[in-house]
């Protein structure tokens, strides 16, 4: 199983970015967007339960950011909007397929059996 991400870049503050994360296959339960700062813990941005109805989002980017995955459930979108420096980071796509993610861990990276290798966003 692949998970590819794309769409990183550099922007200026106030600008927006699209990450899109492609799977190979889609066994998930949970797809979710993570995080990773310099000298940072990786930190969950946002999460999505398969079916799309139960979505997650860490407190900092409620209202800034929105996830969203494709009918066919092999594509991932972040739309990050009003982006800030401290959204500097490599953002991460991962995924589970044992249905052991919930609201209280779907931000622990060790809930999660599959990684992209990132795409760097810059916001300066």
């Known amino acids: 199983v692949q998970l590819v991400e794309s769409g990183g870049s550099s922007v200026q503050a106030g600008g927006s970015l699209l990450l899109t994360c492609t799977t190979s296959?889609?066994?998930?339960?949970?797809i979710a967007w993570f995080r990773q700062a310099p000298g940072r813990n990786r930190e969950g941005v946002a999460g999505?339960?398969?079916?799309?109805?139960?979505?997650y989002y860490a407190d900092s980017m409620k209202g800034r950011f929105t996830i969203s995955q494709g009918t066919a459930k092999d594509m991932l979108w972040l739309q990050m909007n009003n982006l800030k420096p401290e959204d500097t980071a490599i953002y991460y796509c991962?995924?589970?397929?044992?249905?052991?993610?919930?609201?209280?861990?779907?931000?622990?990276?060790?809930?999660?059996?599959?990684w992209g290798q990132g795409t760097q966003v810059t916001v300066s």
């Open positions: 991962a995924a589970e397929a044992d249905d052991g993610v919930h609201g209280d861990n779907w931000n622990s990276p060790d809930a999660y059996n599959y």
């Open positions: 999505i339960r398969s079916g799309g109805n139960t979505k």
């Open positions: 296959e889609h066994p998930f339960r949970t």
